[in-house]
């Protein structure tokens, strides 16, 4: 669907390259679902016939802004519970939590990247 | 190593996220990053920015996964493109076509329910593909 020399961007969790199978297991227990799937964007790109523009790691930022929702949810419990039911705030709590647990382990990373269709 | 498995549970989690009322979901938004962005995900303005940046100046935008819109209103609204929306679950689409109608980009902002194995665009449909942090 993207033309030719058209741009490919966005943002990619990934597990870094050379995890073991256990640890590859764990980080896709930890982050999202397909996260262990992908270790490293820009090679895959290249297979799939597109140049490297731009790759940088975010993961710090992937963090920061991690930490910011499990504060964020732990502020507004009462309201959140409210809102969404106990069940909700649970897993969102949960997850965000699973994500940083991920990042700080060393099996999570977020990239940035930019890629040119051939 | 994809967990395929769990596709049709990842689908139905993200529809209950689309259903579920969102006033103190945005108001925590607002605090924890200083702007109401419509995502529970990881992409703060400032990297939506970076993606309205890299993509061309002018043309047509395609948002994989664009869920409550986010970042493509940005990129429509700031950016000028014209902009598709694509996503599963029709929840997500109802909230991503009033987002866009807040932004004032309705006009050349629109949604398309798909997946990203089979899109239903013709080959050179777009001058730029974006996504942000799909499936998480």
Known sequence: MLRQGGVLAGYVIHTPPGLSEADLETAGDLGPSFVAGMDDPAASAALSGFDVLHVQDVTARFRETGLAWV?????????????LGDVEYEYELHRKGCIIEGIESGLLRRSFYVFNGR | MVRIEHHKELIDRQRVKYER???????????AFGAA????????????EAL??????????LDLGTG?????????????HRLVGLDMPVEALRLAR???EAAGVAERAFVC??????????????DAVTHADVLC
Do not use: C, H, Y
Not at chain 2, 37 to 48: H, K, L, R
Not at chain 2, 113 to 126: H, K, N, Q
């Open chain 1, 71 to 83: 504060e964020g949810l732990g502020d507004r419990e009462a309201l959140l519970r409210e809102e």
């Open chain 2, 68 to 80: 409550r819109g986010w970042p493509g209103k940005l990129i429509a609204r700031d950016g000028g």
């Open chain 2, 37 to 48: 962005m419509g995502s529970n995900g990881f992409t703060i303005q400032a990297e939506a």
């Open chain 2, 52 to 61: 309205l940046a890299a993509v061309p100046a002018s043309g047509s935008v």
């Open chain 2, 21 to 31: 009322p969102i006033s103190a979901w945005t108001a925590l938004e607002q605090a």
């Open chain 2, 113 to 126: 329910a798909g997946e990203g194995s089979a899109l239903p665009f013709a080959s050179g449909s777009f």
């Open chain 2, 98 to 100: 009033s987002a866009f």
